[in-house]
């Protein structure tokens, strides 16, 4: 993740080292890694959630649209709204309301409180991933601020990727009941950890939701923000789904879904790694390729994916490839707006999230009506537009490659 290599800043009153600073980017990064996994968790849940509450798996898909869409809202909005504030309070506030959501999702007893449970989990999530991506230049000295604001982001990458399989695996053993429990005990030790760990971070000035809307005007924030938009979406009109597609698919049983979800995210974490050392030296050439490899899997999963061990490998590259979305569009908007940086992360947040909730809702559209197989055309089709605005949009700095 060697695109954030170039971040620098001013120190935090001297904080970043009488403090603990690489213990707090810890924390902070414990804290990406909840927010994501609480986020993720209903994908390899969907099953079991819609049985139990007593909802197609359309309808149980909407745990995630509405989780997606309240931390696209709230990023953007809580982001300067919050900026006056200690960032210190500010996470352990937003990580209350991701322990609330959690448990409240724990002992939903129908739908309706489900759903306000994940519209608590969007509000932690949009303003804890907003946040904590600025907050290494005010942790640890200058020269580490690369390598540190690389594993705050890496929590989220490898949430992304983790989080599902072993949201999976917990709600295959103990019920998915007991998947949200432990989502929410983690938040609650992140919270702990957060108050802990990190020094006082007061506010370094205001920011105004002016600047934050101004930013899509530069034609590099534009089109990262449209390539974010269309693999995102694409993704999850897909991967949401997956369960009931390997199921009817591919015939595999819920432990069988379980070691292929694992090995998903296993590969996932390659492809987030792999396309971190590649992403600054490179952006346009590392963002073609994942499009281009994630419309190849999706689109190849409803003619050769028969098969468990069929299935298996596609599911793999797919993990590769969709591994290095998060880690090489936000290298992109970074480095597209260097002014800007917490502006430029609320905007990635809030597109990052509309097009979860938006690539869920659709999927949910397309398999009520046309069947499983339908949600992975249109998720390899999505991918191959992103492919296209690659191509053609403007890269940072006026990269060519």
């Given at each position: 993740m060697t695109g954030t290599g170039n971040i620098t800043g001013t120190a935090a009153g001297g904080a970043r080292t009488r403090h603990g600073g690489w213990a707090a980017v810890t924390a902070v990064t414990g804290a990406t890694f909840t927010v994501v996994t609480s986020e993720m968790l209903p994908v390899g849940l969907l099953t079991p959630i819609g049985g139990a509450l007593?909802?197609?798996?359309?309808?149980?898909?909407?745990?995630?649209?509405?989780?997606?869409l309240v931390a696209a809202v709230t990023a953007p909005?809580?982001?300067?709204?919050?900026?006056?504030?200690?960032?210190r309070r500010v996470l352990c506030g937003l990580m209350g309301a991701l322990v609330t959501g959690n448990l409240l999702a724990a002992f939903s007893p129908h739908f309706a409180v489900m759903v306000v449970a994940r519209v608590l989990v969007g509000v932690g999530m949009g303003g804890v991933w907003a946040v904590a991506a600025g907050l290494a230049v005010?942790?640890?000295?200058?020269?580490?601020?690369?390598?540190?604001?690389?594993?705050?982001?890496?929590?989220?990458?490898?949430?992304?990727?983790?989080?599902?399989p072993a949201g999976t695996f917990l709600g295959e053993l103990a019920g998915w009941r007991a998947a949200f429990l432990a989502a929410g005990a983690l938040a609650l030790v992140v919270l702990v950890a957060l108050a802990v760990l990190l020094p006082a971070l007061p506010a370094q000035g205001e920011l105004r939701l002016g600047g934050v809307l101004r930013l899509p005007g530069r034609p590099p924030v534009a089109t990262g923000l449209g390539v974010v938009a269309l693999l995102v979406t694409g993704h999850f009109a897909a991967y949401t789904y997956v369960r009931p597609v390997l199921e009817?698919?591919?015939?595999?049983?819920?432990?069988?879904?379980g070691t292929l979800l694992l090995v998903y995210g296993l590969a996932g974490v390659v492809g987030t790694f792999a396309a971190g050392s590649?992403?600054?030296?490179?952006?346009?050439?590392t963002l073609l390729v994942?499009?281009?490899?994630?419309a190849v899997t999706v689109g190849a999963l409803?003619?050769?994916?028969?098969?468990?061990?069929?299935?298996?490998?596609l599911l793999a590259v797919w993990g590769v490839a969709y591994g290095g979305v998060s880690v090489a569009t936000q290298t992109w908007l970074l480095a597209a707006a260097p002014d800007a940086r917490?502006?430029?992360?609320?905007?990635?947040?809030?597109?990052?999230?509309g097009s979860i909730a938006l690539g869920a809702f659709a999927g949910g559209l397309a398999a009520d009506t046309a069947g499983v197989g339908a949600v992975l055309y249109l998720g390899a089709a999505l991918a191959a537009g992103a492919c296209a605005v690659t191509v053609f949009g403007r890269a940072p700095g006026g990269a060519r490659r």
């Open positions: 007593r909802v197609s798996e359309g309808t149980a898909g909407l745990t995630l649209t509405v989780t997606g909005l809580l982001t300067p709204a919050l900026s006056r504030f200690d960032r005010r942790l640890v000295p200058a020269r580490s601020v690369g390598r540190a604001t690389s594993l705050v982001f890496s929590g989220i990458a490898v949430a992304s990727v983790l989080g599902v009817r698919l591919a015939g595999a049983g819920a432990t069988t879904i590649q992403v600054s030296r490179s952006p346009r050439g994942i499009g281009l490899v994630t409803p003619l050769f994916g028969g098969s468990v061990p069929v299935a298996g490998v917490e502006a430029a992360s609320a905007l990635f947040v809030g597109a990052f999230n």
